[in-house]
């Protein structure tokens, strides 16, 4: 009998030990929601809506992690849109090398495109590498890189930018042309804000975004997301 109660005791403070860890991130990194508590994630890799169709390796969970100089710059984004009755929505952060390395190995097989007519309708899947949307490294891997948009603060649905999150084509660019002038206003508010709070972004994704002076510019961070 006391060998079962001990057995017992030691399962429970096991699972109990199992529910309350979190994995212990390098040095310099956090978890966002310990320093934006009400900030809206979707990772949308750690899922099938995204342009390879299924969850994508190293992501374990809806678990947002970025620098800690990213996160609390990050914050102050958050709160002058909240000024506004607006949020942000983040769809991916720090992202694994190995995550990376599953895009690459996805963009080499040809005939798999379930996405296509959603997320790269115009361009050829051989040639995603040709004009730089799939690489062998992303910045994201360096824990300061984020890609997002802006919601309505009363409802939760993301402002109107023109193009989907993830679109490969030149609707995305910052600068096209061909969209509404409530989009450009949309994007150029996107813009505006992080460029303030020194995120700079990339001109050819309007949710893309790198904190200037990041703490690891040459590190490429493999752990993963849970």
Request: aromatic share 14%; hydrophobic share 40%; with cysteine.
């Amino acid at each position: 009998m006391k060998y079962k109660i001990l057995t017992s005791l030691i399962l429970i403070a096991i699972l109990t030990l199992g529910l309350n860890s979190k994995q212990d991130l390098p040095e310099g990194f956090v978890y966002v929601k310990s320093v934006i508590p009400d900030l809206d994630v979707e990772l949308r890799y750690y899922g099938p809506n995204n342009f390879v169709g299924d969850t994508i390796n190293g992501y374990n969970a809806n678990k947002l992690i970025l620098t800690k100089a990213a996160a609390e710059k990050l914050k102050l984004v958050q709160a002058e849109l909240q000024e506004q009755n607006l949020c942000l929505k983040v769809y991916d952060g720090y992202r694994p090398q190995r995550a990376v390395n599953h895009f690459v190995r996805w963009a080499r097989v040809l005939n798999d495109t379930v996405n296509k007519s959603v997320f790269y309708p115009n361009v050829k899947k051989r040639n995603l590498f040709k004009e730089g949307y799939i690489a062998s490294k992303s910045g994201h891997s360096r824990g300061s890189t984020i890609d997002l948009t802006i919601i309505c603060g009363i409802n939760g649905e993301p402002l109107d930018m023109g193009s989907a999150y993830d679109f490969f084509g030149e609707a995305s660019w910052v600068d096209y042309q061909n969209i509404t002038e409530e989009q450009k206003q949309n994007r150029q508010l996107l813009q505006t804000v992080m460029l303030k709070h020194n995120f700079r972004n990339y001109p050819k994704e309007w949710w893309h975004f790198t904190l200037r002076w990041e703490p690891f510019p040459d590190t490429y961070f493999d752990f993963v997301v849970e």
